[in-house]
């Protein structure tokens, strides 16, 4: 025998009962010593490892269906099957099974004995005759239900009835009386033949539904199956098949067989999903065989297709031709949607080949006009297409629309395309927006991005979508927060002095998704959306949406700054700081009052993130500083004098070494320099005397809360200008101050206000240098010791 007669898929079945693939190999029938019997063995044809190594048990029920399938059940809930590539290997191995059984070759399923019903072994002995079948006369109708039906609880009893009826032609003696039952309206016999019909079809076996789902038998199963009696009128199935659905030839199939394939599967898929009711928990298992009979079809249906390749290069030819009209291009595409959804059941190295097929002949250009048409059922179809495509190889997907850039504008770029679909939904809860969100995050995620030594996928393809494709993606988003947007849309009287437009739900819902991708951005593309974040200050643009009366819509702006500042990267910290991003949030906070909601939680957890950061450093200053004691106590006090004392200048370098941190930009500060003869005794001298101070400030800022403003709400400022940003104004155009009450004037508690304020706001802003004071007992030598800095980073 020939490799390729040898050559077998080996199926299991799964819990959900579905077929799974278990490769692809060579099958040979051989005697195995372990096992102590000749055995099915299969050899995987790529490395030869063992696939399949199964003994022939005299007692186990082989069923061989549709010439070049054999199934079988080794235990219980365990079946397996081998898919032969060639016919006349499947009847060289059911030959030795049947040998090793000692059956006739011509019977296509031996007789099964199960374990679980050995107790029905000695009431039916092996050698007892077949079921004994009522004559088929319209009189004897309900003594075949009752048979049918009666032996449905017992495996050997349902084995023995399916030979029965197979080995006499009876199925297609019943349908000749429900023609006359039919014609006679008989509806005693109609309702017991939809009995015998259905018990049959819960038999669950291969070879009779060879028969039922014929050409000439399968219409008038339908028919039997149309008198239910717990139903007053008999549906009307076999005229929705006949006259409803049409089956549409996008391009003529000259194969008869794969015709009759198609008309078949779909008349079978029809008759389990539609006619059959759900089986109950105790016949859930009496349709596995039905469920594999449309398995195997649509494999061969898919198979039968790919190798036509004339036959797909006509419909690709017809798809991307300007001169068909639109009812036939919705046909062709809707004929892809269905091979891809069938493909699903390939195995993965033919459903690879199936997909390189496709992109070879140009599914992805074809695509990228489709999605652009009027007609919504065509570019949904077109969506699950490219659904299945993006599901199946992202890098392929990625590698068109790179080299596609190349020779396109970018308006033309498929996945532009695509954005350009989600933002223009006009599903009002955005449903295929919602898909084609998820199919971007796909393609952007770099996680399933491929890395040679000789070319990077991620870097090339971030390249691309940052140059290409981003601004598409944000268009909606700075469209709707610009400033002339804000002064338009504004509200009279408000409290929100950026009000924006997008008020309207299903705009809110676009930038929402929109925010979305953006912030599995900011995660995982770290340097390319960082740019893009500060060269369009887009993080200003999104905490506009703050302002929005949804509130999804500002929790999504709000999440957006959330996932930055966790990053915890110095240069988002400047450009928070710099930009004065904080205030919008806190005065999204102020105008929810005193409302106890998921808003009010997440900016809390917001700023407690950044205490809890702040006070993470504060602990290191403080270790340092003590390490930096011990080391000068551990100096002979002569070394300590002042003659050998180093300058502040020095001391402030090493610590900024310490810290590690970049110099800031030229003529920043945020605390003004204290000056040399001014002696620090002016700040409190210890910790606990700047909380003391810095708790009295907070009871005074209790009692002097925000006022309101004329319009009724809340305002929250800062000092902090755009100039000051820049540094225009000197170091003290760098204070932060919560404008709720008027500055002290002078004197000493005028400058215990200013550092608390000062520390206060720099908690609130991210960034900043504050001031420690050393302890009261401080050596001498440590009073003209440098300010520590501290700065937020990673």
């Avoid at 039922?212 to 199956?225: K, N, P, Q, Y």
């Avoid at 300007?322 to 493909?343: G, H, I, Q, Y």
């Avoid at 709400?713 to 919560?738: L, P, Q, R």
Wanted: glycine share 4%.
């Amino acid at each position: 025998m020939s490799d390729t007669r040898r050559r077998v898929k080996v199926y299991t079945l799964n819990e959900d009962r579905q077929w799974d693939d278990r490769g692809t190999g060579h099958v040979s029938s051989t005697y195995v010593e372990r096992l102590k019997g000749m055995s099915l063995l299969v050899r995987a044809e790529s490395d030869g490892s063992l696939l399949l190594e199964s003994k022939i048990n005299p007692n186990t029920a082989y069923q061989k269906q549709q010439d070049t399938l054999i199934v079988w059940s080794e235990a219980e809930n365990y079946d397996l099957a081998l898919s032969f590539q060639e016919k006349a290997g499947c009847d060289e191995i059911w030959e030795k099974i049947c040998q090793v059984q000692g059956k006739d070759p011509s019977v296509e399923v031996t007789q099964d004995l199960i374990e679980s019903e050995e107790e029905h072994i000695e009431e039916m002995p092996e050698t007892s005759p077949l079921i004994d079948l009522p004559s088929c006369e319209l009189n004897k109708l309900e003594e075949i239900a009752d048979l049918v039906t009666s032996v449905l609880s017992s495996p050997i009893r349902r084995e023995k009835l399916a030979l029965a009826l197979e080995n006499e032609g009876y199925i297609k003696k019943l349908l000749q009386l429900f023609q006359v039952c039919e014609n006679l309206e008989n509806t005693e016999g109609l309702h017991h033949l939809y009995e015998i019909i259905r018990g049959i079809l819960f038999l669950n076996k291969a070879t009779l539904f060879e028969v039922m789902f014929s050409d000439e038998c399968i219409m008038d199963v339908v028919g039997c199956l149309e008198y239910d009696p717990s139903l007053a009128q008999p549906k009307r199935h076999r005229e929705f098949l006949t006259k409803t659905a049409k089956f549409k030839e996008v391009i003529p199939i000259t194969d008869s067989e794969l015709r009759q394939k198609i008309h078949q599967t779909y008349r079978v898929q029809y008759i389990q999903d539609i006619i059959l009711p759900t089986p109950s928990v105790f016949e859930e298992n009496f349709l596995s065989t039905l469920t594999s009979f449309i398995f195997f079809n649509k494999v061969e249906i898919v198979s039968m297709l790919q190798e036509d390749e004339k036959f797909l290069s006509e419909v690709f030819a017809q798809l991307t031709d300007e001169a068909t009209d639109d009812d036939k291009r919705c046909e062709l595409v809707n004929f892809f949607k269905e091979f891809c959804a069938f493909s699903q059941t390939l195995q993965p190295q033919n459903r690879d080949a199936f997909f390189k097929t496709l992109a070879k002949l140009g599914i992805l250009p074809a695509l990228e006009i489709v999605m652009g048409m009027d007609d919504l059922q065509v570019r949904s179809a077109a969506t699950d297409i490219f659904s299945y495509l993006v599901e199946f190889s992202p890098s392929m997907v990625r590698e068109f629309v790179m080299q596609e850039a190349q020779q396109s504008d970018d308006d033309i770029l498929l996945i532009n395309v695509v954005i350009e679909q989600m933002i223009c939904d006009t599903d009002p809860e955005l449903g295929g927006a919602v898909q084609l969100m998820g199919l971007l995050r796909t393609l952007i995620d770099p996680e399933n991005m491929l890395a040679t030594a000789n070319k990077t996928e991620k870097s090339e393809f971030l390249n691309f979508f940052y140059n290409h494709c981003m601004h598409v993606l944000t268009a909606p988003l700075l469209a709707n927060t610009s400033e002339d947007k804000c002064e338009k849309d504004a509200v009279v009287g408000s409290t929100k002095s950026n009000t924006i437009c997008p008020d309207n739900y299903q705009t809110a819902q676009l930038l929402a998704l929109i925010l979305e991708l953006l912030t599995f951005c900011v995660e995982h593309h770290t340097y390319h959306i960082k740019n893009y974040i500060m060269n369009k200050d887009l993080l200003r643009r999104v905490l506009v949406l703050m302002n929005s009366k949804h509130t999804f819509l500002a929790l999504c702006a709000l999440r957006f700054m959330r996932r930055i500042i966790g990053l915890k990267d110095e240069f988002y910290n400047r450009y928070i700081t710099k930009g004065n991003l904080f205030e919008p949030v806190i005065n999204a906070l102020l105008d929810n009052g005193t409302r106890y909601n998921l808003l009010n939680s997440a900016v809390i957890e917001l700023f407690e993130f950044i205490r809890v950061t702040f006070k993470g450093l504060k602990t290191k200053y403080e270790q340092e500083k003590d390490r930096q004691n011990q080391k000068l106590n551990s100096v002979p006090s002569i070394l300590r004098s002042n003659r050998f004392r180093r300058d502040a200048r020095a001391l402030e370098e090493d610590e900024e070494m310490w810290f590690n941190e970049d110099e800031e930009e030229e003529g920043e500060a945020v605390v003004p320099p204290v000056e040399k003869s001014k002696p620090e005794d002016d700040f409190p001298d210890s910790y606990e005397k700047f909380m003391e101070t810095k708790k009295a400030k907070e009871s005074e800022d209790k009692e002097n809360l925000p006022k309101r403003t004329s319009a009724g709400g809340f305002k929250f400022t800062f000092s902090h200008s755009a100039s000051a940003a820049n540094g225009a104004n000197g170091a003290n155009s760098k204070s932060v101050a919560a404008q709720t009450s008027p500055a002290s004037s002078n004197g000493s508690s005028s400058k215990n206000a200013t550092l608390t304020t000062a520390v206060t706001a720099t908690k609130g802003s991210l960034v900043g240098l504050v001031d420690y004071p050393d302890d009261e007992d401080d050596d001498e030598e440590e009073e003209t010791s440098p300010r520590k800095r501290s700065r937020l980073g990673s």
